[in-house]
């Protein structure tokens, strides 16, 4: 399954962003769907996950309260809508799937998308 992300760009700081992650399979609904992400020099970290139909999400502390995943089966298609953005929001944001629950490895990676937040 391949995943392309879009909808990275540059705000500023309390603005937002709408990333989406597009799969080349219908295959997708039967998959858990994630994103992550990772700022210069730092380790990926994991931003939020939801199930494979949409009934559970979780999220990273970081980013509660602010940041929104969903899906759609039917395009194909996961988003991470982020709110009240913030400097520190600044890295590339990766999509991920995965067989299985809760979101950990990513079986399948997209190629990542440049978030940058300015002051």
């Known amino acids: 399954i391949r995943l392309v992300e879009s909808g990275g760009g540059l705000v500023q700081a309390g603005g937002s962003l709408r990333l989406s992650c597009a799969a080349s399979?219908?295959?997708?609904?039967?998959?858990?769907m994630g994103w992550f992400r990772q700022a210069p020099g730092k380790e990926r970290e994991f931003v939020a996950a939801i199930t494979e139909r949409g009934r559970s999400t979780t999220y990273a502390d970081s980013v509660k309260g602010r940041f929104t995943i969903s899906r759609d089966n039917a395009a194909n298609t996961g988003y991470l809508q982020m709110n009240s953005l913030e400097p520190d929001d600044t890295a590339t944001y990766y999509c991920a799937v995965q067989r299985d629950w809760p979101l950990r490895r990513g079986d399948y990676w997209g190629q990542g998308t440049q978030v940058t937040v300015s002051s």
């Open positions: 399979e219908r295959a997708f609904s039967s998959y858990v």
